[in-house]
């Protein structure tokens, strides 16, 4: 099997086929009750809160809490943070229009709310009202302080959508640069080849943020966008051999024995280099703080698939799409050969 | 040429291992001295490594009575002096590090490392602060933009025999000083209509509203008003910086914990060195003497790397720092690429020369071109302005430029020179036995 790589090319395929299918599957469970993705408040807009409340706690009763201090319908994220006693709780926009001194509701006006509300030369919002009241809910019951609140988050939800539009905008850019480049160093199916081949990383890598439940955010896009240049990299040094070898091609070798034998004598450093690669990035893995961790998982994850499909499919689907062209382009002239005989 | 070989490579090692401590310690020649990539002219920690506050504001337009209409783009002007105005009151608080950017769309963004109170701070970048000396009939005498030379906060007793206050000393312009005089001087006649006062009114709201009982022609004044120590301090920052030409609404207010901060870092560079270390251990078991020549130039590639951030004060955030220990592990992907194809022309039988210099030769195009794809990730990832991520693609795209360079120049360099020793044994350029090494099914 690993010697007549084109040959099983669609075996090799099966593998990242399941690991996407089983990310979708994650995805339409969370759907379910939290949305298909984990995404950070910077996406969606909102108010994400990292709060120590130096004690264990119950994440129904936390929930609870919120849904006392806030209007009704709204769908607050309860979750763990990096020790049992680190809430974050992520609470949706309500939207950003300014409160007025009679709108405020009456319950919520403690002293401290009050003070800041008079304090006309600052601009308040509903989410500022809203992050108010659950950060002063939690301080009643939990005897906390200021000092306990690890970080607070906020960005409207026209922001975040702008990021959001921002990135996807640029990652397709880089990419139909990438395919550009290519078309114009290698050939066009070369470049589909391996555009193909980045999509499927880039869809591994989202099967790992809906299998873990990563919180998804802006450095998604930093890790998605250095799994698409390392996995460029490897395709292209296969694609690079594959120029080589074209150019020295003997007539009894065929396309696909000889894209065989270009990813077999690469292989040594598709290897090294990804070992190399993923030594650094694992210990950052390892030795890193929770953010960096989830940053650090999905590109081990992406790094590999990199390689992964660079050496089994970029390049042995493309020798089975030439090949075919090849010999589509042999039985063309065959025929007018034919059709000229007749005459 | 053998010995001359030696000596190079010494003067190599010694400057590499010169550049590394220069880089990471420091120097101090005469007149010139750098403290270090860690040092205090170093790199920057990011906002992430020192903790601080993350404050996005949008331009609107609001009606006479101070309600959003809607959002609006400031023109360039306006976004320029916009940023020196906030740039002024960082610096006047004295938060040097703050990093200021703006959007197409009227956004500006404000990140204040080290800054814990967001509310404060959007307050004092957000107030318009647009300040004016009012007659009692709401007729502008004085405004602050373009009469006042200076405003500074002081503590203290305005009069002999009261209490010490806080209040803010302005200083007048020549001919804001005759306004001023001529104006006090109107107030002080209408005593009968009660209408004997000057209001200092700041962003439609009255500050102070002194009693005036004689004309006043002096090059200054104080105002006083319910001032705490900070609020004077603030509104002479605000004064002192000029009022915003556009009014502004937060449209994001992050607060980033500091906890993170100093563990963050450390434990990063640990990672990087416990890796740079088990890569060249790798190198020399994968290659050999090749593989030692590429741990040289990959000592040379970090010194580099670190004198780069370190000399142009690098925003270094957590994403920066992934970019780096990527792109370590990644400066020797060239080098595999090299070698492995040493290997294979040295299993075609050709001498140890001429396999190392037709390495080098057909592996150029490999080199060049999966690096230029990385460079353009890099390029459209700076252009696209996301703040999180222009300091990863900063790092990752100076990185994979750097390792072209180490890997082409300073690696064949070395490699000539290990050619000049002359050695013969086979093996310590290519292991006998190849287990990755896919050469031999064709061979």
């Known amino acids: 099997m690993f010697k007549n790589l084109t040959k099983n090319r669609w075996k090799f395929a099966i593998i990242p086929a399941l690991i996407i299918v089983a990310g979708a599957i994650f995805g339409f469970i969370h759907q379910s009750n939290e949305g298909f993705f984990n995404f950070d408040v910077e996406f969606i807009g909102g108010t994400r809160m990292e709060i120590d409340l130096k004690q264990a706690f119950n994440n129904d009763e936390i929930a609870q809490l919120v849904q006392e201090s806030t209007p009704e319908n709204v769908n607050a994220v309860i979750q763990k943070g990096n020790t049992d006693t680190t809430v974050i709780i992520k609470v949706p926009s309500l939207g950003n229009t300014p409160v007025t001194a009679e709108a405020a509701p009456a319950e919520g006006t403690d002293a401290a709310a009050a003070d800041t509300s008079s304090n006309a030369n600052q601009i308040r919002t509903v989410d500022d009202e809203m992050r108010e009241n659950i950060i002063n809910a939690l301080k009643d019951k939990y005897q906390i302080t200021d000092d306990n609140i690890i970080s607070v988050n906020s960005a409207s939800a026209s922001f975040g959508k702008e990021v959001q539009t921002k990135a996807i905008l640029f990652t397709l850019i880089a990419i139909v640069c990438i395919l550009i480049y290519i078309a114009i160093r290698f050939e066009w199916r070369s470049a589909v080849m391996a555009v193909i081949a980045l999509a499927i990383n880039v869809l591994i890598m989202a099967s790992v943020y809906t299998i873990t439940y990563i919180p998804l955010n802006t450095t998604f896009i930093a890790a998605m966008l250095t799994v698409i240049g390392y996995s460029i990299n490897n395709t292209i040094v296969i694609f690079d051999r594959i120029r080589e070898n074209m150019k020295l091609r003997k007539k009894n070798e065929t396309i696909s024995e000889m894209t065989d034998r270009s990813i077999l004598e690469t292989m040594g450093r598709t290897i090294n280099s990804t070992i190399t690669t993923l030594i650094t990035i694992v210990l950052i893995y390892i030795l890193g703080a929770s953010t960096i961790k989830d940053f650090a998982l999905p590109l081990i994850v992406g790094i590999i698939a990199g390689a992964y499909t660079s050496i089994f499919l970029a390049s042995t689907f493309w020798a089975v799409w030439k090949e075919s062209d090849i010999q589509a382009k042999a039985l063309a002239a065959q025929d007018r050969k034919n059709a000229r005989k007749k005459k | ?443």
């Open chain 2, 1 to 443: 040429m053998k010995n001359k070989s030696i000596a190079t490579l010494t003067i190599v090692v010694l400057a590499a291992l010169l550049l590394n401590y220069v880089a990471f310690f420091g120097i101090n020649i005469g007149s010139f001295e750098y403290g270090g990539m860690f040092g205090n002219n170093g790199i920057k920690k990011g906002i992430d490594l020192a903790g601080g506050s993350v404050i996005t504001f949008q331009a609107v337009e609001k009606d006479a009575n101070g309600n959003k209409i809607g959002d609006i783009v400031p023109s360039n002007e306006d976004m320029t002096s916009l940023k020196g105005i906030f740039d002024l009151r960082m610096q006047a608080e004295g938060y040097t590090e703050a990093r200021i950017s703006s959007s197409d769309d009227g956004k500006i963004t404000v990140e204040i490392p080290e800054m814990q109170d967001t509310d404060a701070a959007a307050e004092l970048l957000g107030t318009t602060a647009k300040l004016t000396f009012n007659d009692a009939d709401g007729n502008v005498i004085l405004d602050a933009g373009t009469d006042l030379k200076s405003a500074s906060y002081e503590f203290g007793a305005t009069e002999q025999g009261t209490a010490a206050t806080h209040h803010v000393k302005v200083e007048f312009n020549p001919d804001a000083r005759q306004k001023f005089a001529d104006a006090t001087r109107a107030a002080a006649a209408r005593v009968s209509e009660g209408k004997n006062y000057i209001a200092i009114v700041k962003d439609g709201e009255i500050v102070s509203q002194p009693s005036v009982s004689k004309e006043i022609d002096e090059s200054s004044c104080v105002i006083t008003g319910q001032f705490t120590a900070d609020s004077a301090r603030q509104l002479a920052n605000q004064i002192q910086s000029g009022s915003l030409p556009v009014d502004l609404e937060i449209a994001g207010a992050n607060k980033v914990g500091a906890e993170l901060g100093p563990d963050a870092l450390k434990n990063s560079i640990i990672a990087a060195a416990i890796g740079l270390l088990l890569i060249m251990i790798f190198m020399i078991v994968m290659y050999r003497l090749p593989g030692l020549i590429a741990d040289i130039s990959l000592l040379i590639y970090v010194g580099l790397m670190a004198l780069i951030m370190g000399l142009f004060h690098f925003n270094l955030s957590l994403s920066g720092i992934a970019g780096i220990v990527l792109s370590i592990g990644m400066a020797v992907d060239a080098d595999c690429i090299i070698f492995e194809r040493v290997k294979e022309e040295m299993r075609l039988g050709k001498t140890i020369r001429a396999s190392v210099m037709s390495g080098f030769d057909k592996a150029f195009s490999a080199i060049f071109d999966s690096n230029v794809t990385t460079i353009i990730t890099c390029i459209v990832l700076i252009l696209s302005k996301i703040s999180t991520i222009t300091g990863f693609a900063w790092t990752l795209g100076i990185g994979v430029i750097l390792s072209m360079f180490t890997a082409i120049v300073i690696t064949k360099f070395l490699m000539k020179q290990l050619l000049g020793i002359g050695i013969e044994n086979r093996s310590l350029f290519c292991p006998a036995k190849a287990k990755k090494g896919g050469a031999e099914a064709n061979v």
